[in-house]
């Protein structure tokens, strides 16, 4: 039986190029949408084995929608010339394959598939559409499914009529009407102004079509009554446009995209010129062009038991030649990881251990090598394989290259960091999960030791692949100094620090809890007597009843089980009553009380008196550490019962000093660096206080004339900045008018022009790229930069604001780190870097070396970089962690 594949070539180049890190070969040409695109055309032809299959493109700018409305498309900015030379590669690939491509002056992709669709409901021919073009859900029928691409290029969502109806609640004909009454900004079709999404679904779900609403608009009421009568022939042009023509003249020829499979030496021939590699390796194709007449070399597994000497020396003389580790310890929690076995992969095959084996004598050879720091050492997730090797008594040495961290910093919006997800993305032989391997949760089992051996192996040849790769994207990126200078040291630094831990002075915290639970029960007998009687405080239900039915309060918003009381809407409301500021404190110590008194308790090693936490390198975007187990990141310091928390945390011996050392003002110092505005860098660098200049400047007021009204509005605009903040937020925040709060960023941007244009000029250049660096050149990928959707778009140009300042704030303060680690070692101190906490470090200090350390830390912390600002620490210490700040 047939089965057509349509494939939308314009659609997935697109999301390809943007989705996927910018890859060159030798020769300059810029590869990334072609590898996008590539293996999003393998796994078609691999998931859906067709018949026939067809890539249509479109022919160019002009359509016949351009002659009945100029302006269409006409708002897209120009393709980026890096993806412009890559179309004709893109047609090289489909060349290779065997595969029909096709495309016709006057129409678009979009027509072409639109007419085959119809040739293949007449025949009754299954057939799937793959396209990021939501427009092609109007094509779905009881034989045509669209695989429409999300996150990238990597996953497709599939859509027939039942699924077009369950997401939008419409019939597939539908979607053109939807497109009539909201229009779309990426292709520039108007619709109906101040008609989104949800009011034309509400439309539609009550009126059916665009002509239907226009007809009947005496029904509608206000505003939205106005507008649909205002702007009926903008509907009715702007669904006529969103139509996907189906009657395209095809030559006679088109109709024959039979497909037969490819000529492999042809296929090799574009792979060897665009340099994938790992796609010559996945197809069996040698670099000469020619298929080897060998079947594809399967993995060689080499088991070590205990008691095979001939298996456990092999694997020693292997372990002297080039090769890749893994460890398996599974667990959230790497202090705490269940150790399942380990593999390496070797030239002559993998070897494959399991934890009875690891913990045996037999192991002592491997161990060996896990600890020399001569001995270089390739993996996955280093970091945590250190923390995990602690049970077996071994302080990993000799990282050289850590696939987890290379693919974090190659893509960090990336969303699976794991092996599987690593070797999907850059081509590899899939990897199964780990979840399809063991189970989860309840029915998380390890296998028998066959399968066991087969997983370990898959990964760690999956690491042995991926690595060099990885190495020469980093080096094509300009990401070697990041990568080998920062966060491969940095993984070093983090281990040893969570293998010190942080002495926690049990006591102290019960007797805060002991406080606190005497302020909680304070608070609840003035919340009860205000609400004349006694209630579940905890319960949104319970407390809505009383503000809301009770108490009369205004309601500000409800949910669908009923009356919110989240903290947005009980701010609002702390005018109105007295009781809302008590049960917003009673919320706080509560949070304290079960997060961090009771949660801090069950953190302390009994053996230690320690907590352990960990540093998680590889989640925020922007390069930010997290930590968790438990998070000591986000212990609250806004209140004074959330700031005694710290008095807990203590120096691990006696008569030694706890010293806290906080970047001042870093993000903003770092904004003057990249912007160069005059006003904020003359601030830095004279030494005045940035809110008092900022509010100098943007009041025009002389410095004696500041107060400290002016001041909290320009700190609050300062900060709101580096975040990207909008009217409506900064209104929230200083309890003004939007209209108020406009005016006021307005002024700052006159004030700030240099400010002003670096904002314009970062989210043109993300448009240009698709992503934005720090000053060491981190990337983050914004492939949602040139959305149709308001909010998605807008989101990604915040992101493209604020990601250059906070992830160089957070490049800063990780190299202040490696250095203090370095000097720290190399001047034979004995105290010790304890905790990072966003902008501040902490150490337990000797008290022979406390003059050293109050000079050693700030000199290291305040060259970490160099910006043409200065940067500025401040520097305390005291008994413990409290008296430190």
């Known amino acids: 039986m047939d089965k057509w594949i349509l494939i939308d070539?314009?659609?997935?180049?697109?999301?390809?190029?943007?989705?996927?890190?910018?890859?060159?070969?030798?020769?300059?040409?810029?590869?990334?949408?072609?590898?996008?695109?590539?293996?999003?055309?393998?796994?078609?032809?691999?998931?859906?084995?067709?018949?026939?299959?067809?890539?249509?493109?479109?022919?160019?700018?002009?359509?016949?929608?351009?002659?009945?409305?100029?302006?269409?498309?006409?708002?897209?900015?120009?393709?980026?010339?890096?993806?412009?030379?890559?179309?004709?590669?893109?047609?090289?690939?489909?060349?290779?394959?065997?595969?029909?491509?096709?495309?016709?002056?006057?129409?678009?992709?979009?027509?072409?598939?639109?007419?085959?669709?119809?040739?293949?409901?007449?025949?009754g021919v299954e057939t799937v559409v793959v396209s990021g073009d939501k427009d092609m859900l109007q094509l779905?029928?009881?034989?045509?499914?669209?695989?429409?691409?999300?996150?990238?290029?990597?996953?497709?969502?599939?859509?027939?009529?039942?699924?077009?109806?369950?997401?939008?609640?419409?019939?597939?004909?539908?979607?053109i009407d939807l497109k009539g009454l909201m229009g779309d900004t990426s292709d520039n079709i108007p619709g109906i102004p101040g008609v989104g999404e949800k009011t034309a679904l509400k439309l539609l779900h009550e009126f059916g079509t665009v002509e239907q609403v226009l007809e009947?608009?005496?029904?509608?009421?206000?505003?939205?009554?106005?507008?649909?009568?205002?702007?009926?022939?903008?509907?009715?042009?702007?669904?006529?446009?969103?139509?996907?023509?189906?009657?395209?003249?095809?030559?006679?020829?088109?109709?024959?995209?039979?497909?037969?499979?490819?000529?492999?030496?042809?296929?090799?021939?574009?792979?060897?010129?665009?340099?994938?590699?790992?796609?010559?390796?996945?197809?069996?194709?040698?670099?000469?062009?020619?298929?080897?007449?060998?079947?594809?070399?399967?993995?060689?597994?080499?088991?070590?038991?205990?008691?095979?000497?001939?298996?456990?020396?092999?694997?020693?003389?292997?372990?002297?030649?080039?090769?890749?580790?893994?460890l398996e310890a599974i667990g959230d929690n790497p202090h705490h990881a269940h150790l399942i076995g380990a593999a390496y992969a070797a030239e002559e095959g993998v070897y494959a251990m399991d934890a009875d084996w690891l913990q045996s004598p037999d192991a002592e050879g491997f161990k060996a090598w896990l600890g020399d720091s001569q001995a270089p050492k390739i993996g996955c997730d280093l970091h945590r394989a250190e923390l995990a090797l602690i049970s077996l008594g071994i302080h990993l040495q000799g990282v050289e290259f850590d696939i987890v961290l290379a693919a974090y910093i190659l893509d960090p919006t990336a969303t699976d960091q794991t092996i599987s997800g690593i070797a999907a993305r850059i081509g590899l032989p899939s990897v199964p999960t780990d979840e399809s391997v063991y189970g989860k949760g309840a029915k998380f089992k390890v296998p028998g030791k066959e399968a066991l051996y087969a997983h370990l192996a898959s990964k760690a040849d999956a690491v042995r692949g991926a690595a060099p790769l990885q190495r020469q994207q980093l080096e094509e990126q300009g990401m070697n100094h990041l990568y080998y200078e920062l966060e491969q040291p940095l993984s070093g630094v983090l281990a040893d620090m969570e293998r010190q831990g942080i002495s926690v002075d049990a006591e102290s915290i019960r007797q805060l809890g002991a406080e606190l639970e005497i302020r909680i029960k304070a608070d609840m007998a003035e919340i009860y007597r205000h609400a004349g009687q006694e209630f579940n405080i905890n319960s949104p239900k319970q407390l809505g009843e009383i503000l809301f039915d009770k108490l009369g309060l205004p309601v500000m918003k409800k949910t669908k089980t009923g009356f919110s009381t989240d903290a947005d809407v009980l701010e609002k409301l702390e005018p109105y009553h007295e009781i809302i500021p008590l049960i917003l404190h009673f919320r706080q110590l509560h949070k304290l009380q079960s997060t961090y008194v009771e949660g801090l308790l069950k953190e302390i090693r009994q053996d230690s008196g320690k907590i352990h936490t960990y540093y998680r390198q590889t989640i925020a975007a922007t390069g930010r550490l997290s930590s968790q187990f438990p998070n000591l990141q986000n212990i609250p310091i806004r209140l004074e019962e959330g700031r005694k928390i710290r008095k807990a945390f203590v120096p691990s011996e006696p008569g030694w000093f706890i010293l806290a050392a906080d970047y001042s003002q870093i993000e903003l110092r770092v904004l003057a660096h990249i912007s160069g505005d005059e006003g904020l860098t003359e601030a830095f660098t004279e030494?005045?206080?940035?809110?008092?200049?900022?509010?100098?400047?943007?009041?025009?007021?002389?410095?004696?004339?500041?107060?400290?009204?002016?001041?909290?509005?320009?700190?609050?605009?300062?900060?709101?900045?580096?975040?990207?903040?909008?009217?409506?937020?900064?209104?929230?925040?200083?309890?003004?008018?939007?209209?108020?709060?406009?005016?006021?960023i307005d002024q700052y941007f006159e004030a700030f022009k240099g400010v002003r244009k670096y904002m314009d000029d970062i989210v043109l250049q993300a448009r240009q790229d698709g992503y934005v660096t720090t000053l060491l050149e981190r990337r983050r990928y914004l492939p949602e930069i040139g959305a149709s959707n308001f909010n998605l778009r807008s989101f990604a140009e915040r992101t493209a604001m604020n990601t250059p300042i906070q992830g160089t704030a957070a490049d800063i303060i990780k190299l202040a780190m490696v250095k203090m680690q370095t000097r720290l070692k190399a001047e034979g101190l004995r105290s010790r870097m304890l905790l990072q906490v966003h902008d501040e470090l902490v150490f337990e200090v000797h008290p022979d070396e406390l003059e050293t350390m109050k000079r050693l830390v700030p000199e290291v912390m305040e060259s970490a970089l160099e910006l043409n600002v200065p940067l500025k620490t401040d520097v305390s210490y005291g008994a413990n962690w409290y008296e430190a700040k």
Do not use: C, W
């Open 687 to 744: 030494d005045i206080d940035v809110h008092t200049k900022t509010a100098m400047d943007v009041f025009g007021v002389p410095q004696s004339a500041v107060d400290s009204n002016m001041r909290r509005s320009a700190k609050a605009v300062n900060f709101g900045i580096v975040y990207g903040i909008s009217d409506f937020g900064l209104s929230q925040n200083l309890n003004i008018t939007r209209k108020e709060a406009a005016r006021f």
């Open 140 to 175: 779905a029928s009881d034989k045509v499914t669209i695989a429409l691409t999300r996150k990238g290029v990597s996953e497709t969502e599939l859509y027939d009529p039942a699924a077009v109806h369950e997401r939008y609640g419409l019939e597939p004909l539908q979607i």
């Open 216 to 326: 009947r608009s005496n029904e509608l009421k206000g505003k939205l009554k106005e507008r649909v009568e205002e702007n009926k022939d903008s509907a009715l042009m702007s669904k006529k446009l969103a139509t996907i023509f189906r009657e395209v003249p095809l030559a006679e020829e088109t109709g024959n995209f039979a497909y037969g499979g490819y000529e492999p030496a042809e296929l090799a021939e574009v792979f060897v010129k665009l340099e994938f590699k790992s796609l010559i390796e996945r197809l069996n194709l040698s670099a000469a062009g020619v298929v080897s007449s060998e079947p594809q070399k399967e993995l060689t597994l080499l088991p070590v038991e205990i008691g095979d000497t001939a298996a456990r020396e092999a694997l020693e003389v292997a372990l002297r030649q080039p090769g890749a580790f893994y």
């Open 9 to 123: 070539g314009n659609s997935i180049a697109y999301r390809a190029f943007f989705a996927m890190p910018p890859l060159t070969n030798a020769a300059g040409l810029h590869t990334n949408a072609v590898f996008g695109f590539t293996t999003m055309l393998l796994k078609v032809l691999e998931e859906q084995k067709p018949t026939h299959v067809l890539v249509a493109f479109d022919a160019g700018k002009v359509t016949f929608r351009t002659e009945s409305f100029a302006e269409y498309k006409g708002t897209r900015d120009k393709t980026p010339s890096e993806l412009s030379e890559q179309f004709p590669l893109i047609k090289e690939v489909v060349k290779g394959f065997g595969i029909r491509q096709f495309e016709l002056a006057g129409y678009e992709a979009d027509d072409i598939i639109g007419t085959l669709t119809r040739l293949a409901d007449e025949q």
